[in-house]
């Protein structure tokens, strides 16, 4: 039988319609996204900035591994999913620097998603043209 990875902690991330699940180890500060590198994954710095906001902000980003799996929505929302889910992940190992990532609002889940189409309009609130005669 085939022993699998064994990982410190696990913890779920959402933002608009992504969700990732996070795994972090004790390594080295190598991150893998969907099974590539984070470099190949998000090809713009300001993605890759997100994700490492936690890690940076506690010093930490060469004292562990990250593995995440990230499904749904677009390169914004997964980089945001992922940067929650790390912080929560953060958390479950030290409980005490819960109050930092508190105050840099990295615990708060983005809960804005697109508004639903509604019948009768032609999208969330935009209704037919007006038309005089």
Do not use: W
Request: glycine share 10%; hydrophobic share 35%.
């Amino acid at each position: 039988m085939v022993k699998e990875k064994s990982y410190d902690v696990h913890t779920i991330g959402r933002r608009k319609s992504s969700v990732a699940r996070v795994y972090m180890l004790s390594g080295t500060g190598k991150i893998v996204v969907n099974k590539r590198d984070i470099k190949d994954y998000f090809s713009k710095a300001t993605s890759r900035y997100i994700v490492n906001q936690p890690l940076n902000l506690l010093k930490v980003s060469d004292k562990y591994d990250v593995v995440v799996n990230v499904i749904g929505g677009g390169i914004t929302g997964q980089a945001g999913a992922i940067r929650l889910g790390l912080s929560r992940a953060l958390v479950k190992l030290d409980p005490t620097i819960r109050g930092e990532l508190k105050a840099a609002g990295f615990l708060t889940r983005d809960s804005r998603k697109v508004e639903r189409k509604k019948y009768g309009l032609h999208g969330a609130r935009r209704s037919c043209q007006f038309s005089k005669r």
